[in-house]
Each structure stands twice: as C-alpha cells, then as structure tokens.
C-alpha cells in the first residue's frame, strides 16, 4: 500500500521537521478530502489482501465510523457540495487509524517471507 | 543479517539468506510494539543479559562442535523413574534424568475447565499458547522451534492445562526460554483471537458434539460433580462463548493462571540442576499471585442424563472413584484394581481375556465396553462405558451390572483378583513410566500441593490391595447413588433402573438445630406454629412444610397432584439435648407426628 516516503527522514531531522510542517498541513488540507468528511487513512485502495485483512482487524467502532464517513463523502460528491464546515475534518482528528495495522500486516508477510527464504546451516 | 538470528546461532544453527540483498530486518514498521520486540530480539539487549552470557557459555563449554549430538555427550541420564523435585524462586520444578537423547518439559498450570472462571476461557488460553510475544512472533517460535527439531504441544485436562515442549537434549535452555516467555510475555491480541483461537474453539466445539463417547463421558462428569469437575472439557456447541470469551477475559484469567504457585516446570530426561538454573534464568517474568486460583472441594452427587443423539450410541455407568496417587491421603487402590477387574478391552491377542466386562459384552456382539478410572486431586471417577448398537449396549449393560453385583458379593474367583492385581499393577507403572502422563500427573500434584508421582510407592500400594477390600469397595459403590448417562437411541437405551442401580442416594442435606432447641407442635388449622424463641430452625422448617402443604391442597385436583409429586422431601432434622445431637428425623414423618399429637390434644 506504501507509497515511497521522506516523511521518516523528515522526522528525524527536528529543524527539517520545523520547515516542513506548516508546508504539509497546508497541503493536506488543499487535497481536499477533509472537506468531505474523510480522512487520509480512508483514501487508501482497498483492493489488496493486506489492507483487507488490516480492515478485519480494525476495532468496531473505527470501522463503523469508516463506514460512515465513506458514505457521507459518496454523497457530498454526488450532490456536488461541500460539508458545512463543522462537519468537516479537523486536522488534529486527521489521524492514521489504519495505516498502523496495514504496516503490521505488511510486516508479517514480510517476515514470513524472510523465513521462507532461509537457508539452514548446520555448524 | 545474522545478527537476526542470534537465537539460533547459539544453538549451532547458521541461517543465512538465499537473496543477500534483502534485508531481515522489517524497515518499514512503524508499529512502536513490534519494532521494539524486534530491536530487543537483535540486540537481546533488554532481557536476560545473563541468560544470553550463560548460553553461550554452555554452547563453549561442549568439547568439540562435531560431537554436540553424539551419544558420548549426553550419556549422563540415570534409570531412576522418580523425580526429583525443589522450589526455584517459588516456582516448583520437578525432573527426571532418564537416560536418552530427547527430553520433554512441560509447564503444568493449575487452569485446567475446572478452574475456569467463565466457560472456555482454558480452551481459549490454550489456544493462545505460543501466540506472538512480546519478544517475538507466534511465527518465529514456530520456525525456530521447527529448525530445533522440537515440537510444541499445548492441551487441558480437567484440572491442569499443559504446554509441552519436546526436543533434543542439548537444547533445553531455549526451549525453557521459550516457555518462560509465553507464560509470561504472550501478547493476547485481539486479531489472533478472532483469526486464529475462536474458529479453532468453534471446531472443537462441533468435534465433540459429533463425538458421542465425549459427550457421554461429559455429561456423567456433569452429574457426578455438577461443578467445577463437572464443568466440560470443551465447552458444548450451545456454550454463549461470545458472551464470555474475548481476548480481554482470557488475558486476565491468563495473568490470575500463569502465576508462580500456580505453575509447575517438570521435565522428562533431563538434568535437575540444569533444569534448576534454566528455570530461576529464563522464569523471572512470572509474577507471585496475588489470589490463588481454586475451585470449591468436588462432592459426588450421581444422577442421570439422557441425551437423544443420532450418530452412535454410549453409554456411560460411573461410581465415585478414588483421587489420584499425587493428592496423598484420599487414593484408594482398590478401585483401579476394580477397574482392571471389571476391563472390557482385552489385553491380550484372540481372547476376550479374563476380565468380567469383556465376557459380559462378548454374548453381545456389536457392544464394546471399557472401564476407565478418572482420578483426580480431590476426587475420582471410575466409569463404565459401553459404545456399539444401541440393543448390545442395553444388554451388555446389563450384565455389567450383574458382574459388578457379583464382585460385591465375592464370588469372583481368587485368579481373576491375582490376574486383576497384576494388570492394575501393570498399568500404574506404565502411566509412570510414560513420558507424557508422568509428566502431566506429577506437575498437577505438585501445583494442588501434593507430592510427585512416585512410581515405586504407587506400584506397592496397588499391590497391597486385597480381596475382602475390593469387595468392600464394590459394595460401596453400588450402594451410593450411581450415575447414568446415555447418549443416542433413548429408545432402546436403558434406564439405570431398569439396570438395578440405584437412583437414590441417602438424603444429603442434614440442617442440626441450635444445641439447646426443643420441638414444638404445630397446629395444623391455624398454620401457626407455637414457637418457642430457642427453636427457629426446626419450627420454620415445619411451618414451611405445613404452610406448603395447605397451599397444595388447596390448588385443583390436576394441580394438586403435580404439586404433592413435587413436594416429597427429604429434609432431615435432629434434636440436639444438652450439647448433644439426637436422632435424625425426616421433617415430613415429624410433622406427621406432631400433627397426630395435635389432633389429640384440645385446640387452642
């Protein structure tokens, strides 16, 4: 699901961080998608087996209220309109609530991977 | 890239990757949980930097690499089959240096479906054995283990659950490691639950409903013991896991169960010092509990269950048994001796052999018919059970109880008793022998604060049996209230009446006034009783009983009828004169006496 991304040698370097920050908000904001309600979490495609089953695991409350905010941004968008702005993301509520659990999912075919790739040598 | 595999490689395994451009390491874990137990399994930085320095010194300290597996190298076992037990840090460990290549350790936990609070939470902790770590993944042990040679085993018995590692013998600091970490590290997540533990319950669940043998055996359980032995040893198909299992609960009952009294370390085929120093390294985790786990003391109640089944048939017949040898002063020999008598399986090629069950089914072809002694650490079972077309059971039955009848009376002959003897002796020694029971019996007695399994003292003590004492023992049973549970075609299948057993025990509940009490008549017309301050106990018993009985006559005819059914009552009481108990009274024929004398006397 990841794309490739500097945002971890951003975060490593405080003074980058400091420059980068106000730059990334004012971007997140001008995509456009806290405007229908979403999240950036909601935007990830579906349509891989990892991020399935990182779905399955989500709790049930997060998955309902995905579920929701899904639904209501199919409807602005058919309507053609805005949420009014209360109802539009914050973005302290702009949280990765998904991402972590893909990365842990990704994690263990990653390691799957690993073991199924080794090769024993008996000393 | 090795580094990785540390763990390994202290145990004379090189893993290398076929791709050299991968890396092992998961640079892409954002998760801080995960990422952690990774850096601490690279590192080995954050637990036991002793254990890391004492493996390898153990691994340095074998003479040369080629001979690490040879037989010269290990040939340190004795023959004793006793084991030798001590504390380790308040964790009881028991061992047995039995001469061999392989050695199995076990940690027996007291959490076995008797000690469960809620139904399936053992199956459920049982399911999350060897579940990812905090140190590392459920994966990982997996395949660690695999490149060991080892096998992991986890399963329950009523009373203790088990999780079993067998392996070479040199490896036994990094099984003990491993079974340190999942008693005390296990994760419990959620996802593994829902993933992994719940559908493997639901499939145990729909086995041992497809399963007539284990559901009769289940539901004579139930009956004999209601309560905590009684409790099944998977929850049934209608059990409302959902209500009850969650990772959450199972976590918590893990952290009540995986406590330092609460928890064995035995092994089979290793040393007791080693054992010793690996336990007080690799166990340190385990935290001293702040409530011990305990059920209420079994009591026997008998009874009887049909359940309509429409694959097989069993039946079971069972008696109060004896506890097993590890619980010390409740063990009664005589019964496994009645058990090897009794039999049903043949021991022995082309015969039916000589115990009396095997003859008794031998007319009815179709019936098989064994005796198994269930004993445990306060408590014990000893069941019959019959499986085959349900026309053989009822007649194999039957004569089951006609033969057990005939062991009460003493007319078996003095070769079927030696024969008997000789097999009970046989048996018991074995289960010590064996690696697996031996185990699993030992750490339940040393975790319900008995002793070892001692095979010697278990072999004598079977052979001290004698016949006037199996009679006696026969005769008990059948004079206590039996229980029967049948299973299939509730048709054909008999009653335990119809059988000759009896259904009814002597009245259990006995209330014993206050010392000074007297009686005092009852005026039937009033329903009052005149009572007299020191005398509450036996007069609200009697009010109860005659307020009962005006309200019972005073329903309509059908009613009534259902109604007096219900009413019999096997309430007893006693006088007690001068701090002294007197005669035990059914409160019924009492309350007839007193009427009696009320109706002579004037009214009041």
């Given at each position: 699901m990841s794309a490739p991304s500097l945002a971890n040698a951003i975060i490593k370097r405080p003074w980058l961080a400091k420059m980068v920050k106000p730059i990334a908000a004012w971007y997140a904001d001008a995509a456009g998608y806290r405007k229908l309600g979403l999240r950036a979490d909601d935007l990830i495609p579906e349509e891989s087996e990892n991020v399935l089953l990182a779905l399955k695991r989500l709790p049930q409350k997060e998955a309902y209220d995905r579920v929701f905010r899904l639904r209501r941004a199919f409807q602005c968008s058919l309507a053609h309109q805005l949420l009014p702005k209360e109802q539009q993301t914050k973005p302290e509520e702009d949280y990765p609530y998904l991402s972590p659990i893909i990365q842990q999912v990704e994690a263990e075919a990653k390691e799957r991977d690993d073991w199924d790739a080794a090769v024993v040598q008996r000393k | 890239m090795r580094v990785s595999f540390k763990l390994l490689e202290d145990f004379g395994i090189n893993v290398n990757r076929l791709n050299?451009?991968?890396?092992?390491?998961?640079?892409?874990?954002?998760?801080?949980?995960?990422?952690?137990?990774?850096?601490?399994?690279?590192?080995?930085?954050?637990?036991?930097?002793?254990?890391?320095?004492?493996?390898?010194?153990?691994?340095?300290?074998?003479?040369?690499?080629?001979?690490?597996?040879?037989?010269?190298?290990?040939?340190?076992?004795?023959?004793?089959?006793?084991?030798?037990?001590?504390?380790?840090?308040?964790?009881?460990?028991?061992?047995?240096?039995?001469?061999?290549?392989?050695?199995?350790?076990?940690?027996?936990?007291?959490?076995?479906?008797?000690?469960?609070?809620?139904?399936?939470?053992?199956?459920?902790?049982?399911?999350?054995?060897?579940?990812?770590?905090?140190?590392?993944?459920?994966?990982?042990?997996?395949?660690?283990?695999?490149?060991?040679?080892?096998?992991?085993?986890?399963?329950?018995?009523?009373?203790?659950?088990?999780?079993?590692?067998?392996?070479?013998?040199?490896?036994?600091?990094?099984?003990?490691?491993?079974?340190?970490?999942?008693?005390?590290?296990?994760?419990?997540?959620?996802?593994?639950?829902?993933?992994?533990?719940?559908?493997?319950?639901?499939?145990?669940?729909?086995?041992?409903?497809?399963?007539?043998?284990?559901?009769?055996?289940?539901?004579?359980?139930?009956?004999?013991?209601?309560?905590?032995?009684?409790?099944?040893?998977?929850?049934?198909?209608?059990?409302?896991?959902?209500?009850?299992?969650?990772?959450?609960?199972?976590?918590?009952?893990?952290?009540?169960?995986?406590?330092?009294?609460?928890?064995?370390?035995?092994?089979?085929?290793?040393?007791?010092?080693?054992?010793?120093?690996?336990?007080?390294?690799?166990?340190?985790?385990?935290?001293?509990?702040?409530?011990?786990?305990?059920?209420?003391?079994?009591?026997?109640?008998?009874?009887?269950?049909?359940?309509?089944?429409?694959?097989?048939?069993?039946?079971?017949?069972?008696?109060?048994?004896?506890?097993?040898?590890?619980?010390?002063?409740?063990?009664?020999?005589?019964?496994?001796?009645?058990?090897?008598?009794?039999?049903?399986?043949?021991?022995?090629?082309?015969?039916?052999?000589?115990?009396?069950?095997?003859?008794?089914?031998?007319?009815?072809?179709?019936?098989?018919?064994?005796?198994?002694?269930?004993?445990y650490s306060d408590a014990g079972l000893l069941t019959i059970q019959f499986t085959g077309s349900a026309q053989a059971i009822r007649g194999a039955s039957i004569e089951a109880v006609k033969s057990?009848?005939?062991?009460?009376?003493?007319?078996?002959?003095?070769?079927?008793?030696?024969?008997?003897?000789?097999?009970?002796?046989?048996?018991?020694?074995?289960?010590?022998?064996?690696?697996?029971?031996?185990?699993?019996?030992?750490?339940?007695?040393?975790?319900?604060?008995?002793?070892?399994?001692?095979?010697?003292?278990?072999?004598?003590?079977?052979?001290?049996v004698t016949a006037e004492k199996l009679k006696s023992a026969a005769k008990a049973l059948l004079e206590g209230k039996a229980t029967v549970s049948a299973v299939g075609d509730l048709y054909v299948l008999p009653y335990g009446e119809e059988l000759g057993l009896k259904r009814r025990n002597n009245p259990k509940l006995y209330i014993s006034s206050q010392p000074t009490a007297t009686h005092n008549g009852i005026r039937m017309e009033s329903i009052r009783s005149h009572t007299d301050k020191t005398c509450k106990l036996n007069s609200y018993n009697k009010y109860l009983s005659v307020a009962a009985r005006v309200v019972r006559r005073s329903l309509k005819d059908d009613k009534r009828l259902a109604a007096e059914r219900r009413g019999e009552s096997e309430l007893r009481m006693a006088k007690w004169n001068n701090g002294k108990q007197g005669e035990h009274q059914n409160v019924a024929e009492a309350n007839a006496a007193s009427m009696a004398e009320a109706a002579g006397s004037p009214a009041s």
């Open positions: - | 050299t451009t991968q890396r092992p390491q998961l640079r892409r874990h954002r998760d801080p949980s995960i990422t952690n137990s990774f850096q601490t399994m690279i590192s080995r930085s954050a637990v036991g930097r002793n254990a890391q320095l004492a493996l390898r010194r153990q691994c340095c300290a074998k003479p040369a690499p080629l001979n690490r597996r040879g037989l010269a190298a290990v040939s340190t076992g004795s023959t004793s089959f006793s084991y030798e037990s001590a504390d380790v840090g308040g964790i009881k460990v028991a061992s047995r240096d039995v001469a061999g290549l392989t050695t199995s350790l076990a940690v027996v936990v007291k959490a076995g479906s008797r000690y469960q609070p809620l139904p399936g939470l053992t199956v459920g902790l049982e399911g999350f054995a060897f579940k990812n770590t905090h140190r590392r993944s459920a994966l990982r042990i997996t395949r660690e283990s695999e490149l060991l040679g080892g096998q992991l085993l986890a399963y329950h018995t009523r009373e203790s659950l088990v999780l079993e590692a067998k392996f070479l013998r040199e490896d036994l600091p990094y099984f003990t490691e491993l079974l340190g970490e999942v008693v005390s590290q296990t994760k419990y997540t959620d996802y593994e639950y829902h993933e992994e533990v719940e559908h493997n319950i639901k499939l145990s669940q729909q086995r041992l409903l497809a399963d007539v043998s284990d559901l009769a055996l289940n539901s004579a359980h139930g009956i004999a013991f209601h309560r905590g032995l009684g409790t099944p040893l998977y929850p049934t198909s209608s059990t409302p896991l959902s209500k009850y299992l969650n990772d959450e609960t199972i976590h918590q009952f893990a952290n009540e169960a995986y406590t330092k009294s609460n928890i064995a370390v035995v092994a089979n085929g290793a040393n007791q010092a080693d054992l010793s120093k690996n336990v007080s390294e690799f166990f340190t985790g385990v935290k001293s509990s702040a409530i011990p786990i305990s059920s209420p003391a079994s009591k026997y109640y008998g009874g009887e269950e049909r359940i309509a089944h429409g694959s097989g048939n069993s039946l079971v017949l069972a008696f109060p048994g004896s506890s097993s040898f590890t619980a010390g002063g409740s063990y009664k020999p005589e019964i496994s001796v009645l058990a090897a008598l009794l039999g049903g399986k043949s021991s022995i090629k082309w015969t039916p052999g000589f115990s009396l069950l095997a003859k008794a089914a031998s007319s009815f072809p179709g019936a098989s018919a064994t005796t198994t002694h269930f004993s057990l009848k005939s062991i009460a009376e003493g007319s078996i002959s003095k070769e079927d008793f030696t024969k008997a003897v000789a097999l009970a002796r046989y048996r018991a020694l074995e289960e010590g022998q064996s690696t697996d029971a031996g185990l699993v019996s030992t750490g339940a007695g040393l975790v319900h604060g008995g002793k070892p399994f001692q095979i010697d003292e278990v072999g004598k003590s079977v052979q001290g």
